[in-house]
């Protein structure tokens, strides 16, 4: 069995179009690790590339998704609301992030 789980620090960023979304991006060798994974999965595709994941930062846990972003060779996790209010982050700040693939 695969074990994809993994520890990072990044900073929270602020993507403006329709509606503001927060996001940190994932280092650039998890993502390939993550890409790879992804295609070779025998489980059906998820639209868009998205991969299911179990996120925890500080004392939150949620299972989500991330999306691949080719302009930076990275997978994006989006922080939705919640989660920035219980863990007090805004743009800019560092974020701890404790990631796994969920299969």
């Excluded at 998205?50 to 299972?63: D, H, K, M, P, S």
């Amino acid at each position: 069995m695969i074990d994809l789980s993994f520890t990072f620090t990044d900073k929270c960023w602020l993507w403006q179009g329709k509606g503001a979304w927060h996001f940190i991006t994932l280092p650039e060798d998890k993502s390939e690790e993550i890409k790879f994974f992804s295609e070779n999965m025998h489980e059906k595709r998820r639209g868009w590339g998205a991969v299911r994941v179990l996120v925890t930062i500080g004392n939150t846990a949620w299972e989500t998704s991330i999306f691949p972003d080719s302009k930076r060779s990275a997978y994006l996790l989006p922080i939705k609301a919640d989660v920035r209010k219980k863990e007090k982050i805004t743009a800019g700040d560092k974020v701890t992030v404790k990631l796994k693939i969920n299969v």
